[in-house]
C-alpha cells in the first residue's frame, strides 16, 4: 500500500511537471507539501517527535518511487532527513522535541558538512566553533548544501578544537535565521536542477550551548559517519528509482519506435540491454533493501551501505546512459527524459561519498575483519 501511494503520488505530482523543473531550475515547494501532506516524508522519525515511525525498508521503498518520479525531487526530499540523522542519533531529548517536530510540521533542514577545501575528506574540515560563555561563536564556511536557502535549521560540523582530524570535531544545530548566517547564490548544476544547492558561510554565528548535538564536544565524527551510515541506502534507492524510471521509458520507446521493419525492441542488441537494466536495477535494489533492514535490524550497516550506495550509484548512471543510447538521437535533447536522467544519476557518485569512498570503505571493512 506505502509503495502504491508513492508510486501513484510519483505519477500524479511528479513526473508531469519534472522537465518544467528542471528547465526553470524550480524548487517544487506545492509538490513537497503534498508528499508531507501524504506523510511521505521524514519516514524515519518516530511518532513521539511527530514523525510517521515507518521502519528504513519503508523508508527506500518509499523514496525509490521519488527518484523514479524525478532525481532532484528525491534529493531535496532526502537533504532534510540527512540532517535530522545526527539529532535523531544523537541528539538529547530537548534537541529532539524540538527539531525533529519542527521537520515533522513541514520545514526543510540542510547537512552543512562538505567546506570548499574539504568534501570526501572530511577530516580535513576547517569551520570553527568556539566557547564562549554560554554560547558558542561559529565561523567558517559550507560547500555545495542542499537545500540551504529553504531550510529551518542545519546540521554543522564543526573544530571545537585545535587538533587535526576527526577528534576535535562537533556537530551543532544551527537556526537558518541566527545573524551572521549568509546563505550564497544558487550554484548552477548539471542535474537535478530543482534541488537548490548553495554555499554557506558562517560569521561570528552564536549558538547556546544547548544546540551542541548530544551535548557532547568531539563527538562530531560520529554524528556525520551515522548521518552517512544511514543515509546510503535512502541516496541508493533514489538512483534505483531513476534508473527504473530510465528504463521503462525506454522499453516503451524501443516498442514504439521502429527501424529496418521492426520495433527497435526486437533487434536483440536493445532487447538484451534492457534486459541488462532490469538485472541491475533488480541487484541494486536488493542491496539496498539488505542495508536497509540491517538497520531496521539494529545491525552493523557501515558495510552493507556502502556496498547498496556504490553499486546502485554506479548502475544508475550505467542504466541511465543506456536508456540515452535507446532513445538514439532523441535521447539526446530534452523532449524525452532520458538526458535529464542521465544527467541527474551522475550526482549518486559523487555525494554522501562518493564512489571512489565507498569502495574504499568496503575495502577497509572486509580488511579489518580479515585481521
Ligand atoms: C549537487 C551536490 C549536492 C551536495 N549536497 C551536499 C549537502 O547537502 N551537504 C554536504 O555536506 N555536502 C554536499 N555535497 C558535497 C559532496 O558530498 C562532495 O562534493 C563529495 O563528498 C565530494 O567532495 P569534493 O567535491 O570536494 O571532491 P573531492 O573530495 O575533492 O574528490 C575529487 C575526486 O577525487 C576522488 N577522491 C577523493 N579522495 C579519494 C581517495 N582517497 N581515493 C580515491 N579517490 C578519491 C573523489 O571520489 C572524486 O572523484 C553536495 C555536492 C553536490 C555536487
Not at 22 to 43: M, S, T, V, W, Y
Not at 105 to 131: F, H, M, N, W
Not at 292 to 312: C, W, Y
Request: include cysteine; hydrophobic fraction near 40%.
Amino acid at each position: 500500500m506505502l509503495r502504491d501511494l508513492a508510486r501513484d503520488f510519483a505519477d500524479e505530482e511528479i513526473m508531469p511537471y519534472a522537465a518544467q523543473w528542471e528547465k526553470e531550475g524550480e524548487f517544487p515547494q506545492a509538490a513537497i507539501r503534498k508528499a508531507h501532506d501524504l506523510g511521505l516524508l521524514n519516514c524515519t522519525i518516530p511518532e513521539k517527535y511527530g514523525g510517521a515511525g515507518m521502519s528504513f525498508l519503508d523508508e527506500v521503498i518509499v523514496n525509490e518511487e521519488f527518484g523514479r518520479g524525478d532525481p532532484g525531487f528525491s534529493t531535496i526530499t532526502g537533504v532534510t532527513m540527512l540532517a535530522c540523522h545526527p539529532v535523531l542519533y544523537g541528539g538529547t531529548e530537548e534537541q529532539k522535541n524540538e527539531y525533529l517536530r519542527r521537520v515533522c510540521d513541514g520545514k526543510y533542514a540542510s547537512y552543512c558538512v562538505t567546506e570548499p577545501a574539504a568534501g570526501s575528506d572530511v577530516q580535513g574540515i576547517r569551520t570553527s566553533a568556539v566557547l564562549d560563555g554560554d554560547e558558542y561563536i561559529i565561523n567558517g564556511s559550507k560547500m555545495w548544501i542542499g537545500g540551504a536557502r529553504y531550510a529551518d535549521w542545519f546540521f554543522v560540523l564543526a573544530r571545537t578544537g585545535t587538533e587535526n582530524g576527526y577528534k576535535s570535531l562537533s556537530g551543532f544545530i544551527v537556526d537558518a535565521d541566527s545573524p551572521g548566517v549568509e546563505i550564497g547564490k544558487k550554484e548552477d548544476k548539471m542535474g537535478q536542477r530543482c534541488s537548490d544547492t548553495r554555499g554557506i558561510t558562517f560569521t561570528d554565528v552564536r549558538v547556546p550551548k544547548e544546540n551542541l548535538v548530544g551535548l557532547k564536544e568531539n563527538n562530531g565524527w560520529m554524528d556525520a559517519m551515522v548521518a552517512f551510515d544511514r543515509s546510503r541506502p535512502m541516496l541508493a534507492s533514489h538512483a534505483v528509482g531513476n534508473a527504473r524510471g530510465a528504463m521503462e521509458e525506454a522499453w516503451k520507446y524501443a516498442n514504439e519506435r521502429e527501424t529496418f521493419g521492426k520495433p527497435i525492441f526486437e533487434h536483440q542488441s536493445i532487447s538484451f540491454m534492457l534486459a541488462d537494466m532490469s538485472t541491475k536495477i533488480e541487484a541494486a535494489r536488493l542491496l539496498t533493501y539488505q542495508a536497509a533492514a540491517a538497520i531496521d535490524n539494529g545491525e552493523e550497516v557501515t558495510l552493507k551501505a556502502a556496498h547498496a550506495k556504490r553499486f546502485a550509484a554506479d548502475i544508475g548512471m550505467e542504466v541511465t546512459t543506456d536508456a540515452v543510447q535507446i532513445f538514439g538521437g532523441y535521447g539526446y535533447s530534452e523532449e524525452y527524459p532520458a538526458a535529464r536522467r542521465m544527467r541527474g544519476a551522475k550526482i549518486y557518485q559523487i555525494f554522501g561519498g562518493s564512489s571512489q569512498i565507498q569502495r574504499m570503505i568496503i575495502s577497509r571493512e572486509i580488511q579489518s575483519r580479515l585481521s
